[in-house]
């Protein structure tokens, strides 16, 4: 369904993109809106509502892309296929970034496979639009250009955090990462799919989050993960997360 999102009324101490980040729920909308107003209102009607669901696959590798999608809520994982039966996330999109935008680069199709991991919302766009918005707009492919270069970032750091930190930092990052865009104190997510996630065993996932059940840290119930003291969780997690991203 098209829609055009209300713009409401904020205290004038507060920043344009906040603002607009606040209307249209995704940072990446909210900087376009904000830095590249003209186009932006070429693609504000034809921006549409999409539900999220966790566990499904947004886009396959290789599939031909459809739809651009800017998540407002929820998470979106990014992985490469290592073989037939493993896939390795790279790293994870929420409402501060967008999945598709690479279409600048002239391709059709992506390679990347993109699975919802948290359920919530999207807006998106038809592949031809966002094309053309693209083409018209040097400005705004510039910007693009410069998100991609943050997410390459954002993986090689996941890279090297996979190979520098113990398991259990990690499974701490990853927790503060899902709560930050679940928008509310429960995780709704299984131990497999954390377990997926940081390509390691399930039965290790479940040890570690036994221990930080224990402490106090976190409370977890068959699907849901809930957060008890973030503080805490913040010192267990390895400095990836502190770290500029």
Same mark, same amino acid.
Do not use: P, W
């Given at each position: 369904m098209p829609i055009t999102p209300d713009i409401v009324a904020f205290p004038s101490d507060? /920043?344009?993109p906040t603002r607009a980040r606040s209307?249209?729920? *995704?940072d990446l909308l909210a900087a376009f809106s904000s830095h590249h107003?003209?186009?932006f209102l070429l693609l504000k009607p034809h921006l549409e509502?999409?539900?999220?669901?966790?566990g499904t696959v947004l886009q396959s590798s290789g599939a031909p892309v459809t739809h651009v999608y800017f998540p407002t809520s929820g998470a979106v994982s990014c992985a490469v296929t290592v073989?037939? /039966?493993?896939? +390795?996330?790279?790293? +994870?999109?929420?409402? /501060?970034?967008?999945? *598709?935008?690479?279409?600048?680069?002239?391709?059709d199709r992506?390679?990347? *496979?993109?699975?919802?991991?948290?359920?919530?919302?999207?807006?998106r766009l038809r592949r031809e639009t966002w094309r053309a918005a693209l083409i018209e707009s040097p400005p705004l492919c510039e910007r693009v250009v410069q998100h991609l270069r943050h997410q390459v970032f954002r993986s090689q750091k996941m890279i090297a955090c996979n190979i520098a930190h113990d398991v259990e930092s990690r499974l701490c990052q990853w927790l503060l990462r899902l709560h930050d865009y679940s928008g509310r104190g429960v995780i709704t997510m299984?131990?497999?799919?954390?377990?997926?996630?940081?390509?390691?065993r399930r039965t290790t996932v479940t040890l570690i989050a036994r221990a930080l059940h224990e402490a106090g840290i976190i409370q977890y119930r068959r699907g849901q993960i809930e957060v008890l003291d973030r503080y805490a969780l913040e010192t267990a997690a390895c400095e990836c997360y502190t770290a500029p991203h």
């Open positions: 507060v /920043d344009a209307a249209l729920g *995704n107003g003209e186009t509502q999409f539900e999220l669901k966790a073989d037939e /039966d493993r896939q +390795i996330a790279t790293h +994870i999109i929420g409402h /501060d970034g967008g999945i *598709n935008i690479e279409l600048e680069c002239g391709t992506t390679y990347f *496979n993109f699975m919802v991991e948290l359920s919530g919302c999207a807006l299984t131990h497999q799919s954390l377990a997926r996630l940081m390509s390691v």
